[in-house]
């Protein structure tokens, strides 16, 4: 079983909702913040949203106000509700998983589609 597995991606249009889940497995011990990046066509991996142990929060500017990241009881699991989705959202959608000592681990990436 792969250590960070995404979900959720999918084709939606304009102003629509969707909502990311990622799961870290068993082998990574520790977990220390969580979080979601994104690479969109010709450009290079950029955050999105990330979620620290204690629960702070950190957001892109092009996301704050319409997306919002939690995390599962069971603290191994993160999700990324997208709200007002717009056409730039447009990415392969990556789930990072960091340990206390600081090793990060990635997903495999989820596609999200924004198109009418």
């Known amino acids: 079983q792969a250590p960070v597995v995404e979900s959720g991606g999918g084709l939606v249009q304009p102003g629509g909702s969707l909502t990311l889940s990622c799961s870290a497995s068993?082998?990574?011990?520790?977990?220390?913040?969580m979080g979601w990046y994104r690479q969109g066509p010709g450009n290079q991996r950029a955050l999105v949203a990330t979620?620290?142990?204690?629960?702070?929060?950190t957001y892109a500017d092009s996301v704050k106000g319409r997306f919002t990241i939690s995390r599962g009881a069971a603290r191994n699991t993160v999700y990324l509700q997208m709200n007002s989705l717009k056409p730039e959202d447009t990415a392969v959608y990556y789930c990072?998983?960091?340990?206390?000592?600081?090793?990060?681990?990635w997903g495999q990436g989820t596609q999200v589609t924004i198109s009418s």
């Open positions: 990072n998983v960091k340990d206390r000592t600081a090793m990060n681990y």
């Open positions: 068993g082998s990574i011990f520790n977990i220390w913040d």
């Open positions: 979620i620290r142990y204690d629960a702070t929060t």
